[in-house]
């Protein structure tokens, strides 16, 4: 099996229509946080919805640096391992906010679907794992959210390694690997390198879009 079809194999269901992500319904939501999380874990929550509401009021640029500074500061990283006692999983937007502690997957799909809550077309957006060097001996698997101002511009990186909004040709520390969103995805930094949508609908991404909707986050 080669490396390319390993990814799009795995990638598949990540390829899953997501076009707009529906308001929750609060009570439904804020009792879920509460319940599962407590009161710290549902004022987290209402304190998202309160940047939501207030971003909803801004502009293109307001609104990404609302949401990556949202997740940035009240969203400390751990590993999976240290939080799940797992390899590899992927935290749904209320999961993370109710411990306030993620890994990079879990940080870039909450800020994915608060931007898509936000109005932001899906077309704009893409989750992209990348090859990060953070000092190590070798670079490390990292994701990222991007931002495109028209499909072939030059993205803005969205990073909780990092406080700033740059543009990728700025992150020389990011090597791109592959990218996705409801469309397709794409191979390394080739805006043209598209795939067609896999077929398979197994995957990371289908069981957390089921456990979003179990929380009152639901698609359409």
Known sequence: MTSRYRILTYISALAISLAVIAEPTDSRFLKEAEALYGKQGSDTVRRWKDMLD???KTGTNEKLLMVND?????VAFRSDQEIWGKSDYWATPLQTMGIQQGDCEDFSIAKYVSLL????PDEQLRLVYVKADIGLSKPQAHMVVAYYTTPTSEPFILDNLST?????????????????NSNGLWI???????ANKPETRLSRWRDVLLRMRAEGLDTL
């Open 54 to 56: 207030n971003a909803g």
């Open 70 to 74: 949202f997740f940035n500061q009240n």
């Open 117 to 120: 809550k936000l109005g932001i």
């Open 164 to 180: 700033e909004i740059r543009p990728a040709s700025q992150r020389s520390d990011l090597v791109p690997v592959f990218s996705f």
């Open 188 to 194: 390394g930094n080739d805006s043209k390198a598209k």
